[in-house]
């Protein structure tokens, strides 16, 4: 596992840019793992600027998002679908038939979920997977104490889950109960993984993610047997990270 420990949210999210951007330009066809929430909302930025600055093309990209709120259909103001079109793919040219993300609404969930690993398996598997991490360990919607054998599916969230992103609802108890994300397996599967972190709040799990035994009570902590994983922080995120891990500091640029 590789660190990169950059002054800020800003310097994580220009690294996280510039690395991706690199392999997106080296492999004409590649296919990103993508994921929702605050953490790679600079990521994106950075994406769209490059792409508007003729530097960057999606044209070549596939992706499939990580995950996706059940019972919200994908117009839905809050569903993952409509945060990626609003904050990626409706500013950049990526063709809309090489995007995927899992469909909340829809009635068969056990075979939409093996639907869409036979996607990503026909596209031959994921190239780049970027993730954020939850206070709890999370990743994607994998929650403390889910399988590590498990490929894309139906998932119930922990009531810390929902209250964190209840932010995003006018009320609580609009926070759906359950959601539709690729599994631990799934994650494991990417040929590299990237993993972004910033602020405070996401020191603990940080901490032992990287630090701890590896245990399905923090699911982000399997990374650690990925063969190809970099996490890429900001000072906060780190802050709790020993000196002999904090040694491989980068300074941000
Ligand atoms: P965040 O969420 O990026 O909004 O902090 C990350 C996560 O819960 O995986």
Same mark, same amino acid.
């Given at each position: %596992?590789?660190?990169? #420990?950059?002054?800020?949210?800003?310097?994580?999210?220009?690294?996280?840019?510039?690395?991706?951007?690199?392999?997106?330009?080296?492999?004409?066809?590649?296919?990103?793992?993508?994921?929702?929430?605050?953490?790679?909302?600079?990521?994106?930025?950075?994406?769209?600027?490059?792409?508007?600055?003729?530097?960057? +093309?999606?044209?070549?990209?596939?992706?499939?998002?990580?995950? $996706?709120?059940?019972?919200?259909?994908?117009?839905?103001?809050?569903?993952?679908?409509?945060? %990626?079109?609003?904050?990626? &793919?409706?500013?950049?040219?990526?063709?809309?038939?090489?995007?995927?993300?899992?469909?909340?609404?829809? $009635?068969?969930?056990?075979?939409?979920?093996?639907?869409?690993?036979?996607?990503?398996?026909?596209?031959?598997?994921?190239?780049?997977?970027?993730?954020?991490?939850?206070?709890?360990?999370?990743?994607? &919607?994998? @929650?403390?104490?889910?399988?590590?054998?498990?490929?894309?599916?139906?998932? @119930?969230?922990?009531?810390?889950?929902?209250?964190?992103?209840?932010?995003?609802?006018?009320?609580? $108890?609009?926070?759906?109960?359950?959601?539709?994300?690729?599994?631990?397996?799934?994650? %494991?599967?990417?040929?590299?993984?990237?993993?972004?972190?910033?602020?405070?709040?996401? +020191?603990?799990?940080?901490?032992?993610?990287?630090?701890?035994? #590896?245990? +399905? $009570?923090?699911?982000?902590? #399997?990374?650690?047997?990925?063969?190809?994983?970099?996490?890429?922080?900001?000072?906060?995120?780190?802050?709790?990270?020993?000196?002999?891990?904090?040694?491989?500091?980068?300074?941000?640029?």
């Amino acid at each position: %596992m590789e660190i990169f #420990v950059e002054k800020d949210y800003e310097g994580m999210s220009l690294r996280a840019a510039q690395m991706v951007a690199i392999e997106i330009k080296r492999k004409r066809q590649i296919v990103l793992g993508l994921a929702s929430g605050n953490t790679p909302l600079g990521l994106y930025k950075y994406w769209i600027r490059m792409v508007q600055q003729g530097n960057l +093309s999606f044209k070549g990209v596939t992706s499939f998002n990580l995950d $996706e709120y059940l019972g919200l259909a994908p117009q839905h103001p809050q569903s993952y679908w409509t945060y %990626m079109q609003e904050n990626l &793919f409706c500013q950049i040219d990526i063709e809309p038939e090489h995007v995927h993300i899992p469909h909340g609404d829809v $009635e068969d969930v056990a075979a939409h979920c093996l639907a869409y690993e036979q996607l990503i398996r026909q596209v031959g598997g994921i190239d780049i997977q970027i993730l954020g991490i939850g206070q709890n360990g999370h990743i994607g &919607f994998n @929650e403390p104490g889910g399988r590590f054998g498990n490929s894309t599916h139906l998932v @119930e969230l922990t009531e810390g889950t929902r209250q964190v992103n209840s932010r995003y609802f006018l009320q609580g $108890e609009d926070v759906p109960t359950h959601a539709i994300t690729m599994g631990l397996k799934s994650i %494991m599967n990417a040929k590299q993984i990237v993993l972004l972190a910033a602020g405070e709040n996401k +020191s603990d799990a940080v901490y032992k993610a990287i630090m701890e035994e #590896v245990s +399905s $009570e923090l699911p982000a902590s #399997v990374l650690q047997l990925h063969p190809n994983c970099v996490f890429i922080l900001d000072e906060e995120a780190a802050s709790r990270l020993p000196a002999s891990v904090q040694g491989k500091r980068e300074v941000a640029r």
